[in-house]
């Protein structure tokens, strides 16, 4: 079992609407990543906070909005999305950011645009 | 840029063999990882090859020969459950990206 928690695992919501994905980690990782997946795709990376900093953001629209209170949690914070937004929101973690560190995925959140 | 090309689609017998292949155009090499992927499910980490040869866990082996900037994964003793996307990856130390391959699709078949 994934020890990256996400909430919820699914999420309906509006084009007006503001919503936010959670995810926590307790294995003391200090670099927290959000990826999207579209169906039969591979995993493409949003957001990289490392020690609790952002320090990549792969040119992600402002209506996606990373925050990350402390080193266990990790928010995305969802308003005025697209329908072309629906897709699945993986968040993960590793040890710290580098070459030798494995990643881990939570179960990911369900998110359709209506 | 990265580039990691994988066959789209693998369909195998139960309690056969099956390799899934990857080829790759990285500026900078750091090792090929391998991870799974049910439907609805996370990506899982599977095994992870630094530098050339074969390494093996349990039903899985993973090999890299960084010469020809290929790896595989070799599935053995196939069962039903090993049916999911299975996706090489690359670290990208510059983006702190784990930058992911266009995926295979087993389907293990009775």
């Known amino acids: 079992d994934t020890e990256v928690t996400q909430t919820p695992k699914h999420l309906v919501m509006g084009m007006t609407n503001k919503k936010s994905l959670k995810c926590e980690q307790h294995?003391?990782?200090?670099?927290m990543y959000w990826y999207k997946q579209k169906a039969k795709k591979p995993p493409e990376l949003m957001f990289v906070?490392?020690?609790?900093?952002?320090?990549i953001n792969e040119s992600v629209p402002s209506r996606f909005s990373p925050e990350c209170p402390n080193s266990s949690l990790l928010n995305l914070h969802l308003h005025a999305l697209q329908p072309e937004d629906s897709a699945l929101y993986l968040c993960?973690?590793?040890?710290?950011?580098?070459?030798?560190?494995?990643?881990?995925f939570g179960e990911g959140s369900w998110l359709t645009v209506v | 840029g990265q580039s990691l090309e994988q066959p789209s689609e693998v369909t195998a017998v139960e309690g056969a063999i099956v390799q899934i292949n990857c080829t790759y155009q990285t500026s900078g090499f750091y090792g090929l990882s391998w991870y799974q992927q049910h439907d609805g499910g996370a990506p899982t980490f599977l095994s992870y090859n630094a530098l050339d040869g074969l390494e093996e866990t349990g039903r899985f082996s993973s090999f890299l020969s960084r010469s020809d900037s290929y790896g595989y994964l070799l599935l053995q003793e196939l069962q039903m459950k090993d049916s999911a996307s299975y996706f090489c990856a690359v670290r990208d130390p510059g983006a702190n990206n784990l930058f992911f391959g266009t995926g295979t699709r087993l389907t293990v078949i009775p």
């Open positions: 993960a973690s590793s040890p710290r950011t580098g070459t030798g560190n494995t990643i881990y």
């Open positions: 906070y490392s020690y609790e900093k952002l320090s």
């Open positions: 294995m003391g990782h200090r670099a």
